[in-house]
């Protein structure tokens, strides 16, 4: 679990955790639940997420997931990301996507590209994030993030 010191008068620590749910309907749609943070422990990252899967063809995966902060009114802090992922070769796969998160007050768009094999596999992404309106903190105007990611998978 992630560990949180936030500094001021007195040091506090908080262990925010994330539940979550899977559930394969059928090898072509899939639906899956997080809801992060439920105990509230960071100011803010209360999100509960829900999102489907979907095998359009054998090459072509539609991804939605929708959600909000369930504290707060879910149409000031609704979160929406759609992405579409094409299979290249049998275990090479591309995908590309749009999120709009108006917690944060940010939108975006995002690629990747994964190689999945029988025991290991690999995957590289970007994320680029602007903001969505005046009231974003995050971010100066005209101002964009652009996050990497990079993850090895292992399967026994």
Request: glycine share 10%; net charge positive; hydrophobic share 40%.
């Amino acid at each position: 679990f992630p560990v949180t010191i936030v500094k001021g008068n007195r040091n506090r620590i908080s262990n925010p955790f994330t539940l979550g749910f899977t559930y394969i309907y059928h090898p072509g749609f899939i639906i899956g639940g997080v809801w992060e943070d439920p105990t509230r422990a960071t100011r803010d990252e209360n999100r509960a997420l829900i999102g489907f899967q979907a095998s359009l063809t054998d090459k072509i995966i539609l991804i939605f997931d929708t959600g909000g902060n369930p504290i707060k009114d879910f149409n000031d802090s609704r979160i929406w990301r759609a992405a579409l992922q094409l299979g290249l070769f049998k275990d090479v796969f591309i995908r590309g996507g749009k999120y709009q998160d108006r917690s944060l007050f940010l939108e975006g768009e995002s690629w990747g590209i994964a190689w999945i094999g029988p025991k290991l596999g690999a995957e590289f992404g970007m994320k680029t994030s602007r903001r969505l309106t005046d009231k974003s903190t995050l971010l100066y105007e005209n101002e964009r993030i652009t996050d990497a990611s990079f993850a090895f998978h292992l399967r026994f």
